[in-house]
């Protein structure tokens, strides 16, 4: 049974950094894709980035590309979403979601079946 669960969310200003973490329950970790969506307010959960077998294999939305990063810590079943140069856009409700994917990172909501409960990222002006 796999189990995810996101933390690190907060409201924080314009321009400031945020690291959120998923931490993973369940088997084959090093095996599984961990991806990043979110979901502002009014507006269609989006695919933010994600992460296949190594911190090599990064794959990022154009929106967040250049300003947050991806990892992975297999030793602690965690991966991390690093979130610099944060906008008033970036405002929304952080999700991690995992899949046994063979190394690569489809970007498709629907690739994915678990999923963690979310953590607030708030971003002012």
């Known amino acids: 049974q796999v189990q995810l669960a996101e933390s690190g969310g907060g409201s924080v200003q314009a321009g400031d950094s945020l690291r959120l973490s998923c931490a993973r329950s369940g088997p084959s970790f090093a095996a599984a894709t961990i991806v990043w969506f979110r979901q502002g307010p009014g507006k269609e959960r989006e695919f933010v980035g994600g992460i296949g077998w190594s911190n090599r294999n990064t794959v990022y939305s154009d929106s967040v590309k ?4 991806i990892s992975r810590d297999n030793a602690e079943n965690t991966v991390y979403l ?25 970007t498709l909501l629907g690739d994915y079946n678990s999923w963690g409960q979310g953590t607030q990222v ?3 002006s």
Not at 88 to 105: F, H, I, M, N, R
Request: aromatic residues 10%; charged residues 20%.
């Open 66 to 69: 250049d300003r947050f990063t």
């Open 82 to 106: 690093q979130m610099n140069n944060l906008k008033t856009e970036d405002t929304a409700l952080y999700y991690c979601a995992s899949g046994l994917k063979g190394g690569q990172v489809p």
């Open 122 to 124: 708030t971003v002012s």
